[in-house]
C-alpha cells in the first residue's frame, strides 16, 4: 500500500525477489515491490550453439521481451506483443529472410479474427508469414495480442530494421540472402 505510483514502461533495478500466496513479488527500492505481472524482466540468453550468425535476436515468450545481440554482448531490449494462445508465436530458431519497410498484412477468417493492415511498417518476416514488425495499432507492449507476429513500438522496430540491413544489406527485400537468426522461446509457464 505505501508503494509510489510506478508508470508503465519505466525502467527499473529489481534487487530481490519473494514468493506470497504463490504469487512472485520483486523489490524495486526500499520498502517498494512490484507484483510479477507488471514487470518484464531482461533475461540475457547464453548464444544457443545453432546460432550461426554474428547478429542474432531473442525473444522471450514468457516476458515478452526483444533482445538484439552482436555475438554474446546484448546491444538492445524492448518489449513485444507475441501471438496470443490461438495464434501463437512458434518457439524455435529461425533466420530474418525477407524484409521490407512498409507491407499489407492481412488474415484469419472473415468474422471476429479477420484482419487487414496497411502499411505495416519496418516489416522482418522468420517463420512462415510470422514476422517483426511495427505496430502503429495498439500500445499493448508486454502482452500476448497479435495473431502471431511480434508487434514491436514503431521507433523499436525501425531501430531493429536498420540493424538487421547492416547484415542483409540496404535493399529492402535481401534475395538469397540469410540475415540474422532468431531465437524464440519461453523463460516460464503462461
Known amino acids: 500500500e505505501a508503494n509510489r505510483l ?3 514502461y519505466t525502467r527499473l533495478n529489481l ?9 512472485i513479488w520483486y523489490q524495486v527500492g ?3 515491490w512490484v ?6 524482466k531482461i533475461l540475457p540468453q547464453v548464444r544457443p550453439a545453432e546460432v550461426n550468425t554474428a547478429r542474432w535476436i531473442s525473444i522471450d515468450l514468457y516476458e515478452q521481451v526483444l533482445v538484439a545481440y552482436e ?16 495464434w501463437p508465436t512458434n518457439e524455435g530458431l529461425y533466420n530474418i529472410y ?10 484469419g477468417k472473415v468474422g471476429n479474427d479477420y484482419y487487414y493492415l496497411e502499411e505495416v511498417p519496418w516489416t522482418m518476416f522468420f517463420d512462415e508469414g510470422r514476422a517483426l514488425h511495427g505496430a ?5 507492449f508486454g502482452y500476448r495480442r497479435s495473431h502471431g507476429c511480434v508487434n514491436l513500438a ?6 531493429l530494421y536498420n540493424w538487421v540491413a547492416e547484415v542483409m544489406g540496404s535493399k529492402a527485400s535481401a534475395d538469397k540472402e540469410v540475415g540474422p537468426m532468431v531465437y524464440v522461446f519461453s523463460s516460464g509457464q503462461y
Open 71 to 86: 555475438d554474446e554482448r546484448p546491444v538492445f531490449a524492448t518489449l513485444v506483443a507475441s501471438g496470443q494462445s490461438i
Open 136 to 140: 502503429y495499432w495498439h500500445d499493448g
Open 15 to 23: 534487487y530481490a525477489s519473494a514468493q506470497m500466496d504463490g504469487e
Open 30 to 32: 526500499v520498502d517498494e
Open 35 to 40: 507484483h510479477q505481472h507488471h514487470v518484464a
Open 6 to 8: 510506478i508508470y508503465r
Open 154 to 159: 514503431i521507433t523499436d522496430a525501425y531501430w
Open 98 to 107: 525477407f524484409r521490407r519497410p512498409r507491407k499489407d498484412m492481412s488474415g
